[in-house]
């Protein structure tokens, strides 16, 4: 069973659009990072987005992603 990754973007005076549901080779924070930063960079949204959040505990106790 294959793991997928919703990617969405809102902000002011725009409705929430699926940037895609990429499939991740594994869960872990740094593979669910790049398949964000892989999807802003693909709709060339790395300028503008501003904040991130991710619905899991692990995904959301830290700065920066365990390696």
Known sequence: ????????????????????APELPNGT???????VADRLHDW???????AMCADTTNANTGTFPSI
Do not use: F
């Not at 924070?29 to 398949?35: D, H, S, T």
């Not at 060339?44 to 501003?50: H, K």
């Open 44 to 50: 060339g949204l790395t300028d503008t987005a501003q």
């Open 1 to 20: 069973m294959e793991e997928r990754l919703p990617v969405l973007v809102t902000g002011p005076n725009r409705e929430d659009q699926l940037l895609g």
């Open 29 to 35: 924070g740094l593979e669910q990072a790049k398949a």
